[in-house]
């Protein structure tokens, strides 16, 4: 088993930026992918980004390329998602999310995961 848990959402204006952070524990020995997801009200989750376990091979939906940008730091078991100049359709529940472990390529389809946070609310102002 392994448990996510993010952190960092919150209330921003249009351009401000925002990190949020994904702390990984429990059976984190074996390697794997991270991701990211979004769902906004009234809309299905969406893939936002995801990390490779061992060259750092990163994914991105097209609307966040370029301003927003994936990372991990193997020591902490975390993977951090650094979104600059954000847009109020950024607005949405984050949710970072592992497939099983063993799995070490960067995954942009949803069924891939299993292991899934509890969300992080961003809210973009205009």
């Known amino acids: 088993q392994v448990q996510l848990l993010e952190s960092g959402g919150g209330l921003v204006q249009a351009g401000d930026s925002l990190r949020l952070s994904c702390a990984a524990s429990?059976?984190?020995?074996?390697?794997?992918?991270m991701g990211w997801f979004r769902q906004a009200p009234g809309k299905e989750r969406e893939f936002v980004a995801t990390?490779?376990?061992?060259?750092?091979?990163?994914y991105y939906l097209d609307v966040v390329q370029g301003r927003f940008t994936i990372s991990r730091d193997h020591a902490k078991n975390t993977v951090y998602l650094q979104m600059n100049s954000l847009k109020p359709e950024d607005t949405a529940v984050y949710y970072c999310?592992?497939?099983?472990?063993?799995?070490?390529?960067?995954?942009?389809?949803?069924?891939?995961?299993?292991?899934w946070g509890q969300g992080t609310q961003v809210t973009v102002a205009s």
């Open positions: 429990g059976r984190t020995s074996s390697g794997y992918a």
């Open positions: 990390i490779s376990w061992d060259d750092d091979t990163a």
């Open positions: 999310a592992a497939p099983r472990p063993g799995i070490t390529t960067a995954q942009v389809e949803p069924r891939m995961y299993v292991y």
